[in-house]
Structures are given as C-alpha cells and as structure tokens.
C-alpha cells in the first residue's frame, strides 16, 4: 500500500480484557515506532523496531505491553489486562532507516481505544 | 519532559491571512520535523528541517531553525480554511530515532 495502515481503527473493550493492534508499515521500511496519544500526555513514544528487533522499549509504560514485528514488516501491539487509563490513541510510523539526518516518520491514521 | 513546546497553543485567523507557530526544544537535535494532524487522527509529515539547516520551504511552508535559541518557526502563507489543524513540532535528538512531540498548536482558519 502507499501508506502506513493500522487495524482496527476503532476498538472498545472491557477492562481487563487484552486487546492486539496492528500495523502495516510502508513497504521497504526498515524502521517501525509504536506511538501513544492521549488527552492529558501528548504524544508519547512506546517502541521502535529495527527490522524485527526493538532496541528500544524505553516508552511502554507496563508491562502489560507488548509488541513484535515479524518478516521486518507488520507489527502487533498487544496490551493485556486492559485498563481505563490505556484509552488513547495508538499510532504507528515507519520511516526508511531509523537513524540519520532523513529519518522522517511516516503516520498511520491510528487505532482509537476505549476501555470501559 | 517534552522536547518540544509550541507556542501559541491555539491561534485563530481569518482565510489569506499568513499563520505562524513556534517550537522550542530543550536539548540538542539531529533534525526537527512538523506534522499537521486533523480531528485527532494519523499526523501528516509536513517538512523535516536537518540541525545544520537554517530554512526550508514547501509550498506555502517556510520553516525556520535556530540551534542556538533551540528554536523552530512554521510559516503558513495565505492560509485556508483546509489548513484548520493541530500543528506539532517533533525533536529528533541523540538516538535519532525517537521523536519527541510538543502539545501542538490548535490552527483555525475562518473562511
């Protein structure tokens, strides 16, 4: 596809359920980030890929969160035990390579989740 | 702590009118990037400006760097009701990889 794609866009789920979003990354790119939006944090980081290793999981904020890549091409966030306060906004990008001066970040248009 | 932090946080001007947004980050940066971003959903890359560059233009985008003031300005010409957005400012620091995003600048352009 010309862009990055992400599923569902929409997801309402019971606490303490787990739930798994998904991410199609441009194809060809090397690089894959799993972002967080919501009301009171702004836009968060959670994770980058580097083809299917993540360097960096600095940003997942428990570790009921999880995610992987596989084939160096689409990722799943999983989020288990789902609480009230992971309703937000999940984002995805893919950029050419992770580093150097033109890593621009492509955006995907985001999964809404709801915890009731 | 965000890295970047846009100012104003909401800016309303009539259509025709030029539209500017500022961003200021606290550390150094390998490249600062612009997203726009509609109805709070995928953010739509806008221009990435490199630490050792000075200005850039797109279109109707001028975006100015300033690593000394650490410092970055967005300039939207003759503004039109489409342009109505959240703008944000994104750092690309040490790691290179992670952005850090400000709270964003609410855009209304009143026809």
């Known amino acids: 596809g010309a862009g990055v794609s992400q599923s569902p866009s929409n997801k309402v789920t019971e606490k303490g359920k787990d739930v798994e979003l998904r991410c199609d990354p441009i194809?060809?790119?090397?690089?894959l980030y799993w972002y967080r939006q919501s009301l009171g944090q702004g836009l968060e980081f959670l994770i980058y890929?580097?083809?299917?290793?993540?360097?960096?999981k600095s940003g997942l904020p428990s570790d009921r969160f999880s995610a992987e890549r596989t084939g160096g091409s689409v990722s799943t966030l999983t989020i288990q035990r789902t609480q009230q306060e992971d309703s937000a906004v999940y984002l995805c990008?893919?950029?050419?390579?992770?580093?150097?001066?033109?890593?621009?970040?492509?955006f995907g248009p985001g999964t809404r989740l709801t915890v009731l | 702590s965000q890295q970047g932090e846009e100012d104003p946080q909401a800016l309303s001007i009539q259509e025709g009118e030029n539209a500017t947004m500022n961003c200021s980050y606290k550390?150094?940066?390998?490249?600062l990037q612009w997203y726009r971003q509609n109805s709070g959903r995928g953010l739509v890359h806008l221009i990435l400006?490199?630490?050792?560059?000075r200005e850039k233009h797109s279109g109707r985008l001028r975006v100015t760097l300033d690593t000394s003031k650490k410092s970055s300005s967005l300039l939207i010409t003759a503004s039109r009701a489409a342009d109505t957005a959240s703008y944000f400012c994104?750092?690309?620091?040490?790691?290179?990889?992670?952005?850090?995003f400000g709270k964003g600048t609410l855009l209304t352009v009143n026809p």
């Open positions: 990008a893919s950029s050419l390579y992770g580093t150097g001066h033109y890593n621009e970040q492509f």
């Open positions: 194809s060809g790119h090397t690089a």
């Open positions: 890929f580097q083809g299917n290793s993540a360097p960096d």
């Open positions: 550390t150094s940066i390998n490249n």
């Open positions: 400006i490199r630490s050792n560059e």
């Open positions: 994104a750092a690309s620091g040490g790691s290179n990889y992670k952005l850090t």
